[in-house]
């Protein structure tokens, strides 16, 4: 039987700075650690939060020589935890941006990457404006860590709201699912709690969201609100702010499999056509 485990879920309030984040982080996690957290998630955009691509691809490397990636992995073997990158953006081929998480076991070795696939295109009522597909190139694979105490399923802030994706890593053994994030405070105020808690019902899997807080050194604010969902919907642990924290939920697997013994939604789930001219005869 897979054993338990205790999460961590880091808030940051990241600047365009990665030295400074790096610095910001290698405290987090060390608080983190000193709360017994065998694995700690960090949010979206960990390195560096950065809204215009130019200044953005000033300062970004590839994974090689990234320095956020290079002190995670120094962090990960420091305190022999599991640390779960959120994200960070890392160059990739013909120029383009990947915005990419990263798993680095207790030795510091790199055992899953996960380049986010949806983007958030959005024009929302407040007058915010997002085109993420202007500067990301969007992933093309889901993902599943086979942790010694989980199987971790990886999405990205946007990701948690296409159920699909986190349905395909359930069906495919996800028992833990996660979504580190740099919400905005509009749709975090809307959304937030209810996204996370559903995809952990819906599948009967944890949920840890590590997120960004707070108003940011690009302009933007982000919603904060870091939080550790149960299968059965119940939030364990939560950030009830936007100031950076730390947040710490046991976790135990054995939860997963009797979510999904009480309500076996994935076994029970059916395929089925859409009868378009039947339902247009119904309705004239």
């Given at each position: 039987?897979?054993?338990?485990?205790?999460?961590?879920?880091?808030?940051?309030?990241?600047?365009?700075?990665?030295?400074?984040?790096?610095?910001?982080?290698?405290?987090?996690?060390?608080?983190?650690?000193?709360?017994?957290?065998?694995?700690?998630?960090?949010?979206?955009?960990?390195?560096?939060?950065?809204?215009?691509?130019?200044?953005?691809?000033?300062?970004?490397?590839?994974?090689?020589?990234?320095?956020?990636?290079?002190?995670?992995?120094?962090?990960?073997?420091?305190?022999?935890?599991?640390?779960?990158?959120?994200?960070?953006?890392?160059?990739?081929?013909?120029?383009?941006?990947?915005?990419?998480?990263?798993?680095?076991?207790?030795?510091?070795?790199?055992?899953?990457?996960?380049?986010?696939?949806?983007?958030?295109?959005?024009?929302?009522?407040?007058?915010?404006?997002?085109?993420?597909?202007?500067?990301?190139?969007?992933?093309?694979?889901?993902?599943?860590?086979?942790?010694?105490?989980?199987?971790?399923?990886?999405?990205?802030?946007?990701?948690?709201?296409?159920?699909?994706?986190?349905?395909?890593?359930?069906?495919?053994?996800?028992?833990?699912?996660?979504?580190?994030?740099?919400?905005?405070?509009?749709?975090?105020?809307?959304?937030w709690h209810v996204l996370l808690r559903a995809r952990a019902i819906e599948?009967?899997?944890?949920?840890?969201?590590?997120?960004?807080?707070?108003?940011?050194?690009?302009?933007?604010?982000?919603?904060?609100?870091?939080?550790?969902?149960?299968?059965?919907?119940?939030?364990?642990?939560?950030?009830?702010?936007?100031?950076?924290?730390?947040?710490?939920?046991?976790?135990?697997?054995?939860?997963?499999?009797?979510?999904?013994?009480?309500?076996?939604?994935?076994?029970?789930?059916?395929?089925?056509?859409?009868?378009?001219?039947?339902?247009?005869?119904?309705?004239?």
């Open positions: 039987m897979t054993q338990g485990f205790r999460a961590a879920a880091i808030q940051m309030r990241s600047c365009m700075d990665p030295q400074r984040n790096i610095g910001d982080l290698t405290e987090l996690v060390e608080e983190a650690v000193s709360k017994g957290a065998d694995y700690v998630q960090t949010p979206e955009m960990t390195g560096a939060l950065v809204r215009k691509r130019a200044s953005l691809q000033a300062i970004i490397r590839d994974e090689a020589d990234d320095p956020v990636v290079a002190a995670a992995a120094e962090l990960a073997a420091r305190h022999r935890i599991f640390l779960h990158i959120g994200s960070t953006a890392i160059a990739v081929k013909g120029g383009k941006i990947a915005n990419r998480a990263f798993i680095f076991d207790p030795g510091g070795v790199t055992v899953a990457r996960y380049d986010k696939i949806h983007m958030f295109d959005v024009d929302l009522d407040n007058g915010e404006s997002w085109r993420e597909s202007a500067t990301y190139e969007p992933g093309r694979h889901a993902t599943i860590a086979p942790l010694p105490f989980a199987r971790l399923g990886l999405g990205i802030c946007y990701d948690v709201r296409f159920p699909e994706l986190f349905q395909k890593l359930a069906l495919a053994g996800a028992d833990v699912l996660s979504a580190p994030a740099a919400f905005t405070r509009q749709t975090g105020e809307a959304h599948n009967g899997a944890f949920f840890i969201a590590a997120a960004q807080g707070g108003a940011h050194e690009d302009g933007r604010e982000t919603y904060g609100h870091s939080m550790i969902v149960d299968p059965w919907g119940r939030i364990l642990a939560e950030a009830e702010h936007d100031e950076p924290a730390v947040i710490v939920a046991d976790i135990d697997p054995a939860a997963s499999v009797e979510a999904r013994n009480k309500i076996p939604n994935l076994r029970n789930r059916r395929t089925f056509d859409l009868a378009e001219e039947e339902a247009t005869r119904a309705t004239a």
